[in-house]
C-alpha cells in the first residue's frame, strides 16, 4: 500500500527558530494535507496543497506541493511554545481516502 | 456547531470484552471514517463510509465492525477486544471530494485493553 514517510521523527528547536520538515511518497499524490496534533486532541488542518509546485502560507507556516508530486514541505517561521505538537503529512490519489504519515514531534525550548 | 464528537474519551477493557465507540457530527459530511493512532506508526484507516448505508475497509479492518444508519452517526464496534487494539482512535468526516478541505478530527478516544 501507500507510505509516507516523514522526517525529521523529532526535534528540539530554540525559541525563535525557523523549522523545516517534509515529508515523501514512493506514490504520486494529487493532494497534500498539513495537520497538527496536540496533546490529547485531534489533528487539525494547517494548510491544504492542490497543485504541482504550489505554496501556501497560513500565518507563520507555509507549505509546498513538491513538483514530482512525490513530496511536500513544511516550515515554520520564528517558532513559538505553542507550536510544539506533532504534524502530519496526509497524501491522497484519485481515490477519497488519505494516507497518514508516521509525524514529525516538535519541541520547542524557552 | 460541535463538530466531531467522539463518546467516550477513555475506555479500559478487559480482553474478550465487546463495546462501541461512538461518533457523531453535526456538519452534514458525507464521508466519515475511523482511524487508530499508535505510536511511531501515524494514522491508520480502519473503516470508511461515504454515506448512509455504505461502509467499506481500510488498512487494518480487522476485529472491528461499522455501520452507518444515518449521516451523523458512525459507531465502531469491537466484537472482542484484545491487547494488540490498544490504541487511540479518531473519527474524522468531511464532504466527499470536491478538490477541497481535508478531514474534521474527532478529540479521540484512548483505548486500554487489558
Known amino acids: 500500500g501507500q507510505q509516507l514517510n516523514q522526517s525529521p521523527q523529532s526535534m528540539f528547536i530554540q525559541e525563535g527558530e525557523d523549522v523545516s520538515m517534509n515529508c515523501t511518497s514512493s506514490?504520486?499524490?494529487?493532494?497534500w494535507l498539513w495537520y497538527k496534533q496536540d496533546p490529547g486532541e485531534g489533528p487539525v488542518l494547517l494548510i491544504a496543497?492542490?497543485?504541482?509546485?504550489e505554496l501556501t502560507s497560513n500565518g507563520r507556516l507555509t507549505a509546498q506541493f513538491g513538483i514530482t508530486r512525490k513530496d511536500s514541505f513544511l516550515n515554520i517561521s520564528a517558532s513559538i511554545p505553542s507550536d510544539v505538537g506533532i504534524y502530519f503529512c496526509?497524501?491522497?490519489?484519485?481515490?477519497?481516502?488519505?494516507?497518514f504519515g508516521p509525524g514529525t514531534r516538535l519541541s520547542v525550548l524557552p | 456547531n460541535a463538530g466531531v464528537t467522539q463518546t467516550p474519551k477513555f475506555q479500559v477493557l478487559k480482553t474478550g470484552q465487546s463495546m462501541t465507540l461512538q461518533c457523531a457530527q453535526d456538519m452534514n459530511h458525507e464521508y466519515m471514517s475511523w482511524y487508530r493512532q499508535d505510536p511511531g506508526m501515524g494514522l491508520r484507516l480502519i473503516h470508511y463510509?461515504?454515506?448512509?448505508?455504505?461502509?467499506d475497509q481500510g488498512e487494518v479492518p480487522n476485529g472491528y465492525n461499522v455501520s452507518r444508519s444515518t449521516t451523523e452517526d458512525f459507531p465502531l464496534r469491537l466484537l472482542s477486544a484484545a491487547p494488540s487494539q490498544t490504541s487511540v482512535y479518531f473519527c474524522?468526516?468531511?464532504?466527499?471530494?470536491?478538490?477541497?478541505?481535508?478531514?474534521?478530527f474527532g478529540s479521540g478516544t484512548r483505548l486500554t485493553v487489558v
Open positions: 496543497l492542490y497543485k504541482a509546485g
Open positions: 496526509a497524501g491522497r490519489d484519485y481515490g477519497q481516502n488519505f494516507v
Open positions: 463510509s461515504v454515506g448512509a448505508g455504505i461502509t
Open positions: 474524522a468526516s468531511s464532504y466527499l471530494r470536491t478538490g477541497s478541505d481535508g478531514y474534521t
Open positions: 506514490s504520486i499524490f494529487n493532494t
